[in-house]
C-alpha cells in the first residue's frame, strides 16, 4: 500500500526504462544517433534521406531487441558486462539469449529435416527437383501442407535465415548475405 500511496522515484524511473524498452522506444543509441544524423542532412531546405528512412529508432530498437534474442545474444557486451560487474541484469540477459539460441536450434532441426525451406535453390537442376518435390519457397511445413511464412513477422526473419544457413551448410555452401 505505502508503494503504491507513495512509490520512490528510483522504481518510477526503472519501470519508465523498461517501459520505453519493452515498446522499442528507449533513448537511441550510436548506431540510431549516426543513422538520423545521416538521414538530417539537408540540401538547401530538403530533407532527402526522410522521404526513404522516416523511422529510424524503433527499427533500430527492433533489431536490438532480436539480436538480442539470439545466438548472437552471446556476444552482447552487455550480458558480459552484467556477468562481470555481477549485475542482477545478466539473468535477464542470459535468458534472452539462451530461449534465442533455442528457438534457433528448434528451427535448424526443423529446416535439417525439410520442413523450412529459404530461397529456391540457384542450379535449374536443383530448382526443378526442390519444385517436383512440392517445396515452396520460404515456406514451412504443417502437416502435409507447405504455407509461406513471409507474412508471419518479426519471426519470418528468423525462419529465413536459419534455414537459408542449414541449407548452405548441406549443399556445401558458404553461407552469405545473398542467400536471404
Do not use: C
Amino acid at each position: 500500500a505505502t508503494l503504491l500511496a507513495d512509490p520512490p522515484q528510483k522504481l518510477m524511473d526503472e519501470a519508465g526504462t523498461l517501459a520505453a524498452y519493452r515498446v522499442f522506444q528507449q533513448a537511441p543509441g550510436k548506431l540510431a544517433k549516426g543513422l538520423t544524423e545521416i538521414r538530417d542532412n539537408h540540401i538547401g531546405s530538403i530533407k532527402p534521406l526522410t522521404l526513404v528512412l522516416p523511422f529510424i529508432q524503433t527499427p533500430v530498437n527492433l533489431a536490438k531487441y532480436g539480436i538480442e534474442r539470439s545466438p548472437l545474444g552471446w556476444l552482447n557486451p552487455h550480458l558480459w558486462g552484467n556477468i562481470v560487474r555481477k549485475d542482477p541484469a545478466a539473468a535477464d540477459n542470459i535468458a534472452h539469449a539462451f530461449v534465442g539460441s533455442m528457438i534457433a536450434g528448434g528451427i535448424a532441426w526443423y529446416a535439417a529435416t525439410g520442413k523450412i525451406t529459404a530461397a529456391t535453390p540457384s542450379t535449374p537442376s536443383k530448382r526443378d527437383a526442390f519444385y517436383r518435390s512440392g517445396k515452396q519457397p520460404f515456406s514451412i511445413k504443417i502437416g502435409d501442407q507447405w504455407v509461406a511464412y513471409n507474412r508471419l513477422e518479426p519471426i519470418n526473419q528468423t525462419l529465413t535465415q536459419v534455414a537459408s544457413i542449414v541449407t548452405a551448410l548441406e549443399n556445401g555452401e558458404k553461407p552469405g548475405a545473398d542467400m536471404f
